[in-house]
């Protein structure tokens, strides 16, 4: 079983950036891929960003430029470094952990842009 749990959202302003962080406990040795996705009122679950072992990043077209993920040497923590903030980036963000058969989140952070 994989806990995940997501800080760092928080209302900002247009242009401004937020850093947020998953923290990862449980049986982690399964986990091959983690991720960010969000997900806007009256929309779909959509990827922001993933980070697969030995194969590198991949973003959404929508963050590309604006957004990064890494995470930190013990893997146990996945951070989202957004940059260049929108209004359309408005949503709850939701942290994963990808086995090969199961897919765990967070309960989510709100992230708001506005001004």
């Known amino acids: 079983q994989v806990r995940l749990v997501e800080s760092g959202g928080g209302l900002v302003q247009p242009g401004g950036s937020l850093r947020l962080s998953c923290v990862a406990s449980g049986g982690m040795f399964s986990i091959y891929a983690r991720g960010w996705y969000r997900q806007a009122p009256g929309k779909q679950r959509e990827l922001v960003a993933r980070i697969v072992n030995g194969e590198g990043t991949n973003y959404a077209d929508s963050v590309k430029g604006r957004f990064t993920i890494s995470k930190d040497s013990a893997e146990k923590t996945v951070f989202l470094q957004m940059d260049n903030l929108k209004p359309e980036d408005t949503a709850v963000y939701y942290c994963?952990?990808?086995?090969?058969?199961?897919?765990?989140w967070g309960q989510g952070t709100q992230v708001t842009v506005s001004s």
């Open positions: 994963s952990a990808d086995t090969l058969t199961y897919t765990y």
